[in-house]
C-alpha cells in the first residue's frame, strides 16, 4: 500500500508531545466498523488492537450502536454522577443475571470512575482501608495504570519514572516463571512472610493479572493462581485480580481468572466492559468488605449511563448462551497454528509465542524487531502494538467478534511482516 504522509501539523503544533499510538501509525483515521478501520485516504487497516482490549466486540458494533442511538434519541440520562437511572438499573440487572450469579459470585459493585486505573484506585484503597495496613504486592512486569497508586504496584520503569516522585507502599515479587522455573511457586514471598526480620511489612493485599498485557503476554499456570490464592488466605491478604485488559471474554471465560477455579475478593473491570469503546469502569468485591461510607470514594463520572446502555446489550447478545467463549477459544487455537508456523519460519531462536484465548504475542530475540515489524504491519493495512519491558513483543489483540476469514487475513499479513523485517 502507497501511503501519503498526511498533514500532521495541527496534532503536532497543539497536542502534547506525550502522545504515543499515533506516532507508529502516522495517518488520520475517519471512520471504523466491525474489525477494520479507514483513514481519510481511503486507506483500510485490519484491526488487531481494538483499542487496546476495549473493542471486544468490534467497531460501532451495529447492535450496541442501536442501542445507544435509541437511547440518545428519546433524551435518556447521559449524565447522572451516582443518581439511580433506568440506564443502571439494567446494566445492574445484567450484570447480576449474566454474569455474577452463573458463576457463584456474590460481589457488591462499585462505579470508582471512567478508567481502569480509577478501579485500580479505588480496589487499592479499599484494601488498605479493610486490612488497616499500608502494603500492597504486585508482580514483576505488572501494569496496574498510570495514576500515582496504580503506577506504584507497576513495574515498567519507564512509566514509572513518569510520577515524579517516589512510588511507595508496594513490593514486587516474581511473577509465574519470572525465574525460568529455577525455584519453587512463592518461596521467596513465604519466607518474607514468616520471617520476623525480613523487612516486608504484612501486606494488605496482592494484585496480580492472569496474563500480563502490557508486560509481554506473560500468562500464568492456573496452578500459580490457585497457589497464590491459597498463600493470600493464609496470610490474611486479600486478592484483587486486574481482569481491566483481559476480562470481558479475552482469554475465553468472561473473568480470566475462571480457568484456575479461584474467587478473588476484589476484581477490576474496564476497557470493553462497555462494550463499545465508551468509558466505564467497576471494582467488584465481596459483600463483608463493603464498607464505605456514602460518598468516601466518588467521581464526577463514576456512572456513564450510555455505557451502561452499551454494556447491557453486549451483555444480554453475548453471553447468555455460552457461544462467545467456545468462540473465543476456537479462534485462539488458529491463531496458535500460524504462529507456530510463523516462529517456525523465523529461525531457531529468532522468536517464541505465547498467549490464551485471544491475546498473543511473539517475542523476538531481537528487541528492536518487535516494532519494525509493527511498522511494517501497518504499511501492509494491519495495527499491531508492541508489549513488554523493551517492547520486544508484537502483541496480538483482535476483536473476538472477528471472523475467521478476517483472521487469516491479519495472520498473512503478520506473517509477511516477519519474514520482510528478518
Known sequence: MTITQPDLSVFETVESEVRSYCRGWPTIFDRAQGSYMYDEDGHTYLDFFAGAGSLNYGHNNPVLKRALLDYLERDGVTHGLDMSTTAKRAFLESFRDVVLRPRDLDH???FPGPTGTNAVEAALKLARKVKGREAIVSFTNAFHGMSLGSLAVTGNAFKRAGAGIPLVHGTPMPFDDYLDGQTPDFIWFERLLEDQG????KPAAVIVETVQGEGGINVARA???RALADLCERH???LIVDDIQ????RTGAFFSFEEAGITPDIITLSKSISGYGLP??????KPELDIWEPGEHNGTFRGNNPSFVTAAA??????TDGQMEKQTLARGEQVEQALTAIVQEAGEGAATYRGRGLVWGIEFTDTERASAVCRRAFDLGLLVETSGPQGEVTKLLPALTISPEELDEGLRILARAVRETA
Not at 314 to 319: E, G, N, R, S, V
Open 108 to 110: 457488591k459493585v462499585m
Open 198 to 201: 525480613s523487612g516486608l511489612n
Open 223 to 225: 496452578e500459580w493462581l
Open 236 to 238: 490474611d491478604m486479600l
Open 246 to 249: 483481559m476480562g470481558c471474554g
Open 280 to 285: 466505564l469502569a467497576l471494582t467488584l468485591f
Open 314 to 319: 453486549a451483555l444480554d447478545t453475548y453471553w
